[in-house]
């Protein structure tokens, strides 16, 4: 039979459905924006002072890298990663008062003391010799943890051109310095007689440690960005590629799932792992910038979320049973007025940063995910995915059945657009049981504005972009959105957020990427540290005097070997806090073990309490022991800072 006409209003359904679409989306970009008065007003409540980092003397300052020769032409767009920062109590005094930094400049990892946290050792460079290493390798991040369960905290370090390394803190080390480290391999490899190695050319970008199987240990993913292969080697083959799609690109160099299966401390520590198939090859082979996990349906099994340019962003639901990990993708449902790169899971944006925090004050994880949202240029949006299942279980129902339970509320929020967005840390730093985001954007700094370059490729056909000598020229002098603002997002009162930057002197237009926020000196203020693309990093000290109450945990298991009772914590990965004020208000939070593109937050839990007086507050905890058994108590605990050590209960530790 032949097919029915279409009659004429069927025929224009798609066109009324853009001019909704577009009538709706311009209403939300029109709401009223805050006015300089209340800018000025809502700034009064933060104050920041940038406080200088030191270096160890006579490092090299580099401004751009040495590449393959198939990269030269855009040697600027291979140059636009790799410096990190992260904070944490890396010499066990009890304070989050230590960096570690990724400084591209010279192509090191430092460790120095925060500005202002009381830590005096002298800065040094972290180096893995002996192990085998090259010129065409170079350091991508650092991961505090305790990756040989033995309460002492250790570093993972990942790399362009080779696999990670972990830096195993020794039994008998004194005080802080190169010599405390034992530079292990994450992936054994064979050893050389000439110091150069020969291992897998994996080019990592994203990592992250929590306990995906829930025994108690450290796993880590580790989730690369270029294929397998020499992008740094000025005299590498020519077999380096680029991504062959702006929106679903799938030729990337994979993730890979390590479960932790042993471990020894003394002199020569090591720690041992094993690579498992623990996501559908399928979705494992986008171009990730960035990860983080977080449990939503209270099996303490945390679910995990990977942030692709160039395509989809895959979230994952957790069915790990203990000894093997196991991944299944969940995505979210699109309604019929739903743009479907606003749908988690469907999006063809360029997912640079993923972070997980209670944003909406609800009790449950929400997320918050940086894009390309350039403004005449490739503007995409930012996501916040809040999420909607009203219970932990209605969250395990509905992953179950392979639905994300999350919709996105970025534009409404006012914090769809910032730029060339990156790493992006939700943080309270007032005090007020409200978070603020904390986003770092910029690509590449230059005198000469290359965005429509840009935007001619991402209109080119397919086919053409795998190869690299079908890329436009990016090139030192070359200007790619290079002048965009680190961003902070604070909250108005009326469910949107202001981007006060400028009104904090924080708007320096010198690109960043990594965010990593702690409190440095115990003092109840949250300080932050950003990484600086081709700059010296930045550390903001948290200077507002007037601020409210807070309630800092430290949640620690006993260490392997210490005995239930013994004071050798090491960090109670997943472990969850949900605290109830006097007035009603719920927060939760997690110990993240380390998420996000190039910048890792402390171990330490931490609510703002706004106006609660002196009353105590509840707080749930929720967590598993070393054999994988799983623990709930509530306790009542005054505000400031509280040691506590979880084992099959959860128990303060006194300070000497």
């Known amino acids: 039979m032949p097919p029915k006409p279409v009659g004429p209003l069927r025929r224009l359904i798609p066109a009324i459905f853009v001019l909704v679409l577009v009538a709706g989306l311009f209403t939300i970009s029109r709401l009223p924006s805050a006015s300089a008065a209340d800018r000025e007003a809502m700034a009064s409540r933060f104050a920041f002072t940038e406080l200088p980092i030191a270096f160890p003397p006579g490092l090299p300052q580099r401004t751009v890298r040495t590449v393959n020769p198939k990269y030269k032409h855009i040697r600027s767009w291979i140059s636009s990663v790799g410096a990190g920062v992260a904070l944490n109590d890396l010499d066990g005094k009890g304070g989050a008062n230590d960096l570690c930094l990724v400084d591209p400049r010279s192509d090191s990892v430092v460790v120095t003391p925060a500005p202002g946290g009381g830590a005096t050792y002298a800065p040094f460079v972290v180096e893995p010799a002996p192990l085998p290493m090259g010129p065409a390798i170079a350091p991508m991040g650092c991961v505090p943890g305790d990756f040989n369960v033995d309460g002492r905290t250790d570093l993972l370090v990942n790399y362009w051109g080779r696999t990670p390394v972990l830096f195993l803190q020794k039994s008998d080390a004194r005080g802080l310095s190169l010599a405390s480290y034992h ?142 990990i196991r991944f299944k993708l969940a995505e979210g449902r699109r309604g019929p007025l739903d743009p479907k790169s606003l749908v ?6 360029k997912g640079m940063s993923v972070d997980f925090a209670d944003l909406s004050g609800t009790g449950r994880f929400d997320a918050f995910v940086s894009n390309i949202t350039e403004s005449w240029g490739l503007e995409e949006s930012n996501f916040v995915w809040l999420n909607t299942a009203k219970t932990p279980q209605e969250a395990r129902d509905r992953m179950s059945k392979g639905i994300a339970p999350f919709e996105n509320e970025a534009a409404a929020k006012n914090l769809a657009w910032v730029g060339w967005g990156w790493d992006a840390k939700m943080a309270d730093f007032d005090n007020s049981g409200r978070l603020v985001v904390v ?18 490729l991402a209109a080119s056909n397919d086919l053409m972009l795998r190869e690299p000598d079908m890329w436009p020229n990016a090139q030192p002098g070359d200007d790619i959105a290079g002048s965009n603002a680190l961003a902070f997002w604070a909250p108005e009162g009326n ?5 006060l ?124 022991d070393l054999s994988g058994a799983r623990h709930q108590q509530t306790l009542s605990l005054s505000a400031g800072w509280h040691d506590l050590m979880l084992t099959d209960r959860a128990q303060e530790l006194t300070k000497p």
């Open 183 to 324: 530079p292990v391999e994450l992936i054994p490899q064979q050893k050389t007689t000439d110091g150069l190695y020969r291992g897998p050319l994996w080019n990592t970008n994203a990592t992250a440690v929590a306990d995906f199987d829930g025994d108690g240990r450290p796993d880590i993913g580790i989730f690369n960005y270029f294929p397998d292969s020499q992008v740094l080697d000025p005299q590498g083959l020519p077999n380096v590629q680029m991504n062959h799609s702006m929106s679903r690109a799938q030729n990337a160099g994979g993730a890979h799932i390590l479960r932790w299966t042993g471990a020894t401390s003394g002199a020569e520590p090591t720690a041992t792992y094993e690579v498992q198939s623990a996501i559908d090859p399928r979705y494992a082979t986008g171009w990730t910038l960035a990860s983080a996990s977080a449990d939503l349906d209270g099996d303490l099994l945390p679910e995990l979320y990977l942030a692709n340019d160039f395509g989809n962003d895959r979230f994952f639901h957790n069915v790990s049973t203990p000894g093997r």
């Open 501 to 624: 930057s400028p009104q904090l002197g924080l708007a320096d237009r010198t690109p960043t990427r990594g965010v990593a926020v702690g409190d440095t000196d115990g003092d109840g203020r949250q300080d932050f540290a950003v990484a600086r693309q081709w700059g010296p990093p930045a550390f903001y000290k948290n200077t507002k005097t007037e601020i409210g109450n807070f309630l800092g945990l430290r949640l620690h298991r006993p260490a392997l070997g210490a005995g239930q009772s013994g004071d050798a914590g090491t960090p109670a990965y997943g472990a969850q806090a949900r605290v109830t004020t006097a007035d009603g208000r719920t927060q939760l939070a997690q110990l993240d073990g380390g998420g996000g593109h190039s910048g890792k937050r402390s171990f330490d839990v931490f609510f703002g309490l706004g106006a609660q007086g002196a009353a105590p507050v509840t707080v749930e905890l929720s967590w598993r």
């Open 439 to 456: 986003q770092s954007c910029g690509f590449v700094k230059g005198t000469i504005n290359r965005f429509n370059w840009l935007q001619e």
């Open 344 to 349: 988690m899971g469907h999006d063809s944006f």
């Open 495 to 499: 469910g949107r957020y202001v981007d």
